[in-house]
C-alpha cells in the first residue's frame, strides 16, 4: 500500500500543493473508508479496484478537479453527488446558507423559500436539512443540473420542489416567496480565471460582459416573486459586492448589506423587500 501510495503521490504533483493527500484521499474515497483507516488497511486492492484507481489518478493528474473524479463534494451537513455538468459546491458558499437560516430563524410561521439557479441543489438542500418544516423549492435553466439536485435529494432524502426556469422566469401561478437564494454565473467572459475552470460548466460561471448580467435579472424580477418584506440574498463575485449594493439600493430593497468569505472577501449581499 505504500507503495503504491507514494507513486500515485508522484503522479499527482505536477496538479496539487498537497500530492499525498490528494493520493491518500481518492484511494480512501475508492475503499469507502475513511483517510486515517488506511494505515491499518493492509488488504491488496482487487484488479477492478487498481483499475479504478489508475484512472482516477490518471483524470486527476490531467487536471480534472478532484469532486469531478470522485462524483462526491461534502457541503455542510451533506456529502452531494456532482457530475461536470453542475459546479462543484465551494465552502464560501456557506455563508449564503447562514444568512438564509438566520433570516428563517426569525420567521412566526413556516416560510417559502425558493434557491435560483441551484445547480447541484446545495443551498436548497442544505435549508431543508438544517430548516426542517419550511417550504424549500430550488431552480435552474438547466435540465441536466436539475437531473443532478433531483437525484441529491432523493438519495438524502430532502423534501425540495424542483422547477426548470431561466432566472425567475416562474410559471404565473408560483405563490410569493419569503426568501430568494442565489449563486448565479459571475464571472466575466474574459476573466482571466476563467482558463484554470474549464473543467466546469460554463453556463454556471460566465455572465456577460461584467459578470453581472444575471445578478442584475434576478435582482430586477425579485420584486415580483417575494412577499412583502421577503429577502433576497446573492453570491457574487470578490469585487462586485458595491455594485450589487448599488443596484439592490436603485431597485427598492432596503437593509442591504453585504457579508464576506472565509478568505475575508466580500461575497453574500442582500436585502429586503419593503413593498409600497
Known sequence: ?????????????????????????LLAELLGIG?????IHDASLTPEQRARYDEWLRRRAGGEPFAYV??????????????PDVLIPRADTEHLVDWALQILGLQPA??????ACTGSGCVALALADEAPGHGISASDCSA???????????????PVQFLLADALELPPATPRFDLITANPPYIAEHDTHLPALHHEPALALVSGPDGLTLLRRLIQQAPSGLQPEGWL???????????????????????????RDYGGNERITGGCWSAT
Open 144 to 158: 441536466v443540473a436539475l437531473t443532478v439536485a433531483q437525484a441529491n435529494a432523493t438519495r438524502l432524502q430532502l
Open 70 to 83: 470522485t462524483g462526491t463534494q461534502p457541503f455542510r451537513r451533506l456529502t452531494l453527488h456532482v457530475t
Open 1 to 25: 500500500m505504500e507503495a503504491l501510495l507514494r507513486a500515485a503521490a508522484q503522479q499527482l504533483e505536477a496538479v496539487c500543493e498537497q500530492p499525498r493527500d490528494e493520493a491518500e484521499w
Open 233 to 259: 440574498l446573492l453570491e457574487h463575485g470578490y469585487d462586485q459586492g458595491e455594485r450589487v449594493r448599488a443596484l439592490l439600493h436603485a431597485q427598492g430593497f432596503s437593509k442591504v448589506e453585504t457579508r
Open 110 to 115: 413556516p416560510a417559502r423559500v425558493l434557491d
Open 35 to 39: 483517510r486515517s483507516a488506511l494505515r
